[in-house]
Nanobody, 124 residues
Framework: QVQLVESGGGLVQAGDSLRLSCEAS????????TGWFRQIAGKEREFVAG????????AYAESVKGRFTISRDNAKNMVYLQMTSLKVEDTAVYYC?????????????????WGRGTQVTVSA
């Protein structure tokens, strides 16, 4: 059974950095695409960043390009999202996502497993 558990969220100020972690138990990372989505209050969940199953292709939403970096450690079964230069508009619940094989860019319908989410709040 696949279980994705996010951690690392919290309250930070605009301009700060934060690293989210996702422990991916039951998910075979070397053959899995992994990604991060977020849901801003009152809006639909949106794709933020993704890594394809080979780990060589990455994709980012335009709004986070140049500020966020997705990575993974297959040996530790961990997926990370390094967030820098955070903005108030980055405030959201962030979800870890995974699927077998797959490209770096994911639609919600592509995702096979979701975490429960971690809250990130960025104050002005």
């Amino acid at each position: 059974q696949v279980q994705l558990v996010e951690s690392g969220g919290g309250l930070v100020q605009a301009g700060d950095s934060l690293r989210l972690s996702c422990e991916a138990s039951g998910l075979d990372l070397p053959i899995s695409a992994t990604g991060w989505f977020r849901q801003i209050a009152g809006k639909e969940r949106e794709f933020v960043a993704g890594l394809d199953w080979t780990g060589r292709e990455v994709a980012y939403a335009e709004s986070v390009k140049g500020r966020f970096t997705i990575s993974r450690d297959n040996a530790k079964n961990m997926v990370y999202l390094q967030m820098t230069s955070l903005k108030v508009e980055d405030t959201a619940v962030y979800y870890c996502a995974g699927r077998k094989f797959g490209r770096a860019t994911m639609a919600e319908s592509d995702v096979g497993a979701w975490g429960r989410g971690t809250q990130v709040t960025v104050s002005a």
